[in-house]
């Protein structure tokens, strides 16, 4: 509580930095850090709808954005963070039912989800370029 | 006057039953985002190369406009929680985290409303 003191001064835990680097541990901060740029993200889809509802103006121009070679690398970005988030998802409603926690288990998984969200963003964005609009 | 300090006090009473809720809630909304990132996903790819008229009948019409009011939903609140974790994780200064708690609520509560409302118009306005 703010304020008080607890009587005796208690242990902290050690920060990261004193850990060493290992997979498992990359992207368990690699799922935190597509949250994050997610969550900011969001204000895409959310500014297309919007474009959308307010008119072919508006429509036309959020569009000429997202289509801009920045923009699509945005969208790439954000696209594969989102791939990635939700197989980093996968993975922790996995262990959520208290399997899949042993070591190879956890090392495969971490492999798992980076190969995934590469492999499935890049199948994606072929398709996409296949499809002809972009 | 009470004597007691405050673990003093909660010791003994047991549970809340209360702790689990954002736990759950956020379990809930990542298992809901699995089939909504395919939907949302999938309509970008049938959207390539629409026009203002194509993508607006898609929006509007009746199987993708409730999809896309939950893509807006499950993921804002998904990410709001997901946020207030990594402020209170993270940030320590009571002034910044409660202002970044403050914001976080403030943001997400915009995109949703927004999002939900840009929908409803095309499915309803004129």
Redesign the interface.
Same mark, same amino acid.
């Given at each position: 509580m703010a304020g008080t003191r607890s009587p005796t001064e208690r242990p902290l835990s050690p920060h990261l930095e004193i850990y060493r680097l290992t997979f498992t541990f990359l992207m368990s901060g690699f799922h935190r850090v597509t949250g994050f740029v997610l969550y900011f993200g969001m204000a895409i889809p959310v500014a297309w709808l919007l474009a959308a509802a307010a008119g072919p103006e508006w429509f036309d121009f959020v569009n000429g954005l997202i289509g801009t070679f920045l923009g699509r690398l945005v969208l790439f970005g954000y696209s594969w963070g989102l791939i990635h988030h939700m197989l980093g998802g996968v993975r922790h409603l996995i262990w959520d039912t208290g399997r899949g926690l042993d070591l190879v288990s956890i090392e495969v998984f971490a492999r798992a989800t980076i190969i995934g969200s590469a492999a499935l963003t890049a199948a994606l964005w072929l398709a996409a370029y296949a499809l002809g609009g972009l | 006057m009470r004597l007691r300090t405050?673990?003093g006090n909660a010791r003994g009473l047991g549970s809340a039953h209360e702790g689990t809720e954002v736990f759950w809630t956020q379990?809930l909304t990542?298992?809901a985002? *699995?089939p909504l990132?395919f939907f949302?996903?999938g309509s970008?790819?049938y959207l390539?190369?629409?026009d203002?008229e194509a993508?607006?009948a898609f929006?509007s019409s009746v199987f993708a406009a409730p999809a896309?009011i939950l893509?807006?939903i499950v993921?804002?609140w998904h %990410?709001c929680i997901? %946020?207030e974790e *990594?402020l209170v994780d993270y940030v320590h200064s009571?002034a910044l985290k409660f202002a970044g708690l403050i914001f976080n609520i403030f943001f997400s509560v915009f995109?949703g409303l927004?999002?939900v409302?840009?929908?409803l118009?095309?499915s309803f306005?004129a």
């Open positions: - | 405050p673990l379990r990542s298992i985002s *699995i990132t949302l996903v970008c790819l390539i190369g629409a203002y993508a607006r929006i896309l893509v807006v993921f804002v %990410m997901g %946020m *990594i009571p995109l927004t999002g409302y840009a929908i118009k095309l306005g």
